[in-house]
């Protein structure tokens, strides 16, 4: 076997039940044979096995009373997977399917995402199996202090600097941050995607769905493109999605998909600034589900199923990993899409990764697309460390250079590596580089 196949079975033997981790390492592993096969120093120092093992890997109980005075107990995690060249840095979630293995996943992407946004920032992931759908404010706000109990003496503002993800919104970390303040008795930068009037960054929130649509707009632009007047099938309706809609608006494309995890809405003739507004007001405010949408405006909904059956010419899954299936993807393809940018983290399984490569449509995989939402994370980092903050125009703009980059990064990566257009191998062997060299000059770390 080879050194690839080799260390792949140490890791399903060492994290055995672990599938969503084991496809993420795989994914990355597979694609980056031909750097380790150039690079004799990474073979020497044993760098693949050293980067699959988190750094260190939390797990600790969280208990918290309902608003009936019952006793819940929750389990909370943070995987601070890999330091070398920056602080830990990566998002909370709060989901009933967060685990080890989903985790890890996330923590993994998310050191070489966090490489790639040319940032200081190592790679974390954390959460808990805490559901918030269906809870009170008041329930959410003694579970986030339940859980920031204990998390509070494992970060730091140059340790390791949690945001939200999936289930951890402006919200959520509101009370995390008062919790981890009365705590230490200290304001500090210790979480982004904090509030305007308390540390936050202005693009923040837009960012990671803004990035999307920006990394998009790299894609077509090698084919001397643009999104004027494309057809935009979406994902989810939560943070990503409905700033990469408010995007694409901007840049004259047409969306038409909005879902949920009960089913999804097909607008036909778009989904407006005004409906999105709407749409917005649902899901942050009113926390309604997508198909109250179908029932204001009249669109069509889809109860059970995922977008992806609806014609268009670009995809932007922004709700969660393996949504788009190798059949799914079939589906995409054989519907003229060609364009497909991952807000998500993992959202195509392999088989529909396979797809997108051999027909050589326009194929940004999440660690690059979605790394929008972090970089702006490391610039709120900046901005709480000079004690100053940008104006909007100034973070969009750092952003939006951000994302070309990363495009150009993984695009010219792909050029050397033989591959041209093949983002994935481009974007993980540009990652890993920076990385592994970082933990080759630190020595045996
Ligand atoms: P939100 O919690 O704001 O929204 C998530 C959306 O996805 C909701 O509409 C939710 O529906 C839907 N969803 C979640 N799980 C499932 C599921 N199992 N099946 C179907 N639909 C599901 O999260 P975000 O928008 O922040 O995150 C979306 C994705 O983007 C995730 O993969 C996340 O890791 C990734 N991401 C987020 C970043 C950020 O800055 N927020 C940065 C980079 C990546 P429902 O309400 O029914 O649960």
Redesign the pocket.
Known sequence: MGLIQDTLETVRRRNAGEPEFFQAVTEVLESIEPAIQRHKKYRDGRILDRIVEPERQLIFRVPWQDDKGQIQVNRGFRIQFNSAIGPYKG?L?F?P?VCASILKF?GFEQVFKNSLTTLPMGGAKGGSDFDP?GKSDAEVMRFCQSFMTELFRHIGPDTDVP???????GREIGFLFGQYKRLVNEFSGVLT?KGLNWGGSLIRPE??GYGAVYFAQEMLKTRGQTLQGKVCVV????????YTIEKLNQLGAKAVTL????GFIYDKDGISDEKLAWAMDL?NVRRG??KEYADKFGAEYYAGK?PWGIECDCAFP????N?ISGEDAKTLLDNGCFLVSE???M?TDPEGIEQFLAKKILYGP?KAA??G??ATSGLEMSQNSMRLSWTREEVDQRLHRIMITIHKNAYDTSVEYGQPGNLVMGANIAGFIKVADAMLDQGLV
């Open positions: 998002g979630r989901h399917t996330l759908k945001a939200g993800d999936i289930g951890v919104g995607g960012a990671t994902s989810g309706s939560g943070n990503v999605a409905q879902s949920d995890s009960n899901k589900r997508i995922r922004s709700a969660t990993q949504e807000g998500a983290n959202p999440g979605n790394a939402g972090v």
